[in-house]
């Protein structure tokens, strides 16, 4: 019962049995949160920006999140049977078309465009995954990328070039910790084809310094922020935080770039994961017509970042039109120093409901394993059913219990399901309403037998 074809952001697309979108998300298309006066995620890009300034970096927060398959893997060297390309993972559209998993599937378009110099994109991504306040279908990235040119610097000097460019860079006095050599020999190694190691060190410096500058940037406004909240609190004056801010480098993996980095952050406590970056693969400069480019690339998650500086405590949030929530960040975008965390409005109770039920077939590994087929069982597949029957009104889903039966070889599963508002308190009534529709579409979507 998929639609024939789809209408997003005024394109119509026709669908195939690859179509895999929720209406729920459907929906969202159209929000654009990261261009959206005084969000969070808006306030987010702006910080951001304000570290890669225009000349230099031109700015892109218009593209359309429908995609190509070839624009969203191929073109970033995914190989054909990567996992982020399984229909349980991403929504298609149709077998080549699909909602963009990521700001990288833009990439490409722009080296072809071969300008020297940089942009930022920022744009709302799409990824099947778990119902908790961390993840949301839709959230929103951050691509950042520098490029330089062999036939535009002097003498075709690229590494001078690329030091010069980073010595006009702000200093910092941050603590940071890079322990790994920048090569692996499998996972990340030296582009011996397309870079010597001076190029690739120097492309590699520029990288590390600009990234540092960013976070730097937004950490202290976090702390600044968090600062002010506590002194508000205690009736004192705030107290600009004055230890320097630790980070460390460690080597991560990406189809499109090597070496690869994620870097890290102290902060609270804790080592949080903020971005990954590389240098990027030289196949995409040349797939672009524009062999003679190198450069650097980042990707970076707007929500998370957006919780920390604000503390909001979940994802759900974001997507509110509560004027209690949108009231709190209001001229905040155009004077950043009026940053203060967000104030959670009450919290309303949590109702907790079981569903258990039998996939349909057996499984492969069970006694019984008949004619019936092997189970086809994809945890986001009920995350789905789950928002689109009761969209906002879950904090989250569990697996609780998961066993399979000695002689029949059927799989049997108990989901645990919070329903509880940001908003309101649910009544009994509204709740097993929800409760009903996300039973019901688990038999008629999914096929599995209610226990
Ligand atoms: N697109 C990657 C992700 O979503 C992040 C990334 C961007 C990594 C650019 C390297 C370079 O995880």
């Known amino acids: 019962t998929s639609p ?24 969202l298309t159209s929000r654009k949160l990261h261009l959206q006066k005084d969000h969070p995620v808006a306030i987010t890009r702006k910080i951001i920006e304000s570290v890669f300034p225009p000349p230099t970096y031109k700015y892109y927060n218009e593209f359309d999140p429908v995609v190509s398959t070839y624009e969203n893997f191929d073109s970033l060297c995914f190989p054909p049977d990567h996992p982020g390309r399984a229909r349980s993972d991403t929504y298609y559209i149709n077998k080549d078309t699909l909602l963009r998993t990521h700001t990288s599937a833009h990439e490409a378009e722009l080296f ?14 799409y990824r099947r995954d778990e ?3 961390s993840h949301y279908p839709v959230f929103h990235q951050m691509e950042g990328a520098r490029v330089w040119d062999r036939n535009k610097v002097p003498n075709g000097d690229l590494a001078a070039a690329i030091f010069q460019d980073l010595d006009r860079l702000p200093k910092h006095n941050m603590t940071v ?34 990234l540092e500058l960013m976070v730097n940037e937004i950490f202290s406004r976090a702390k600044a922020a968090a600062a002010f909240a506590t002194a508000a609190n205690n009736g004192t004056s705030p107290v600009e935080p004055t230890e320097p801010l630790r980070v460390r480098w460690v080597e991560a993996y990406f189809p499109f770039t090597s070496p690869s980095w994620e870097l890290e952050v102290f902060y609270q406590g804790d080592w949080l994961e903020v971005l990954g970056c590389g240098v990027s ?16 690339a980042f990707g970076i998650g707007l929500e998370r970042i957006a919780m920390l500086l604000f503390q909001i405590p979940d994802i759900r949030l974001f997507w509110s039109r509560d004027e209690r929530f949108l009231s709190q960040f209001r001229g905040v975008e155009d004077n950043l120093a009026r940053m203060r965390p967000f104030v959670p409005f009450s919290k309303h109770p949590a ?46 889903v569990r697996l609780v219990d998961e066993f399979v039966h000695p002689k029949t070889g059927r799989r049997s599963m108990c989901y645990r399901i919070n329903y509880r508002s940001l908003e309101r308190t649910l009544t009994n009534a509204e ?12 038999v008629e979507r999914l096929g599995v037998e209610i226990r």
Request: aromatic share 6%.
């Open 4 to 27: 024939k074809e789809v209408e997003i952001n005024g394109k119509k697309y026709a669908t195939d049995p690859w179509f895999n979108v929720s209406s729920t998300v459907l929906s």
């Open 112 to 125: 072809r465009a071969g300008a020297s110099g940089g942009y930022l994109i920022s744009a709302d991504v």
């Open 131 to 133: 119902v908790d306040r």
């Open 177 to 210: 910790e890079d322990p790994n050599p920048p090569f692996h020999p499998d996972r990340n190694p030296l582009q011996v084809e397309h870079h010597t190691p001076e190029e690739a060190a120097a492309v590699a410096a520029h990288l590390k310094r600009s």
């Open 281 to 296: 693969k030289q196949e995409l400069h040349i797939i672009a017509g524009v062999p003679s480019q190198i450069g650097w």
């Open 351 to 396: 109702c907790y409901k079981d569903v258990s039920f039998w996939l349909k077939g057996t499984s492969a590994a069970g006694g019984g394993g008949s004619g019936k087929g092997a189970v086809d069982w994809h945890g986001n597949d009920l995350m789905e059913v789950v928002r689109d029957a009761a969209g906002d009104c879950v904090e989250d």
């Open 431 to 442: 709740t097993n309403e929800m409760h009903d529709r996300v039973v019901r579409g688990l």
